[in-house]
């Protein structure tokens, strides 16, 4: 079955998958989203990642195995979902490196082999392309066996690669964090000589108050958004204090209807979305609908218990004609 297949029941409503990968993704491809992570991350919030100096790769990871032509099996494909490279300057000197994020709507119970095979193959993919560059280049002669039969000159560099998860999800991430932590065997003499492989993971509920103030993007709010979105009270009072929720885009608040069932509406030509007003008519539409209900339970009874006609009920309950049209089609 294909990913984009499967369905995840949240909240009364039955969202695809594959809504939630389009629209996680769309929002981090954004340079400033992107980084705003890995700063917070990585700096505690401090601005080092520049996001003009991100440049989007191709998700696409193949990774060939290497051997005679007759031992090779099929290349291994997989799809990241945003991967970037950036310009970073360390000790005055330009300094390149790739980075990734890979969005989790859910849980991953696997996320740090995910990750190990997502970055090997990036590594794979770069190995590659400095032995391609040096056989276009005819530039082995003079080098020793061993280069020539690696294809990696001793001169040759990596990009270190970096894969930071972020979990759009309202519950705490109770998934493994590392490959060590997924082993049933624990004999740590032998466990030492094991390569341990470690998941870099923002997840919202793990956030304090604190650690939002950190970020400097929209990122903020969807990321508090989903973090109180199971509790109407602490949702409100984080919407209430924190200005940026009044001016919220389109791409974040696709990302909170797909990802928290967040129910919230824009028109066609709006740009932004006011959550604290957007809230407040939420809660009002809600408050009306259980006022409804309970005038429907109540002329139910009547009807059931004085043997009352809806009409005649009604008049008892001393309904009102606007209340009387919304409910006829009830009864």
């Not at 990913?3 to 809504?19: F, N």
């Not at 009072?237 to 009044?246: I, K, P, R, T």
């Not at 009547?302 to 009102?320: F, P, Y």
Request: charged share 25%; aromatic share 8%.
């Amino acid at each position: 079955m294909n990913e984009a297949d499967i369905l995840i029941y949240h909240s009364g409503v039955v969202i695809p998958m594959g809504v939630k990968d389009t629209m996680t993704a769309k929002y981090m491809q954004r340079n400033e989203i992107f980084a705003d992570a890995f700063n917070y991350y990585v700096y505690g919030g401090r601005q080092v990642i520049d996001p003009n100096s991100l440049e989007e790769l191709d998700t696409r990871e193949i990774g060939v195995p290497y051997g005679s032509a007759e031992d090779v099996e099929q290349p291994v494909q997989r799809i990241r979902d945003v991967i970037k490279s950036v310009t970073a300057m360390t000790n005055k000197k330009a300094a390149f490196l790739v980075l990734a994020v890979e969005n989790q709507s859910n849980v991953h119970y696997a996320m740090a082999v995910k990750d190990m095979v997502y970055d090997a193959l990036q590594y794979a993919k770069q190995v590659e392309k400095a032995i391609a560059s040096h056989k276009k280049a005819g530039d082995y002669k003079g080098a020793d066996s061993d280069e020539y039969l690696s294809g990696f000159m001793k001169g040759d560099k990596l990009m270190p690669v970096a894969t930071l998860v972020i979990y759009f999800g309202p519950k705490a991430w109770d998934g493994p964090m590392s490959i060590h932590e997924m082993f049933e065997y624990d004999d740590e003499e032998m466990l030492a000589i094991v390569p341990d492989y470690k998941i870099n993971l923002i997840a919202p509920e793990a956030l304090s108050d604190d650690d939002f103030d950190k970020f400097n993007t929209s990122l903020k709010e969807v990321l508090t958004f989903i973090k109180y979105s199971g509790d109407a009270d602490k949702l409100e009072d984080a919407v209430n204090s924190d200005e940026g929720f009044q001016h919220l885009g389109r791409t974040e608040v696709d990302v909170l209807n797909a990802c928290v069932n967040a129910s919230l509406t824009m028109g066609e030509s709006e740009v932004e979305l006011n959550v604290c007003q957007a809230i407040q008519t939420l809660n009002q539409r809600a408050e009306e609908k259980g006022r409804i209900e309970t005038l429907v339970q109540n002329i139910k009874n009547l009807m059931k218990n004085m043997g009352l006609t809806a009409e005649q009920a009604m008049s008892v309950l001393d309904v009102s004609e606007s209340d009387r049209e919304a409910i006829a089609p009830r009864f």
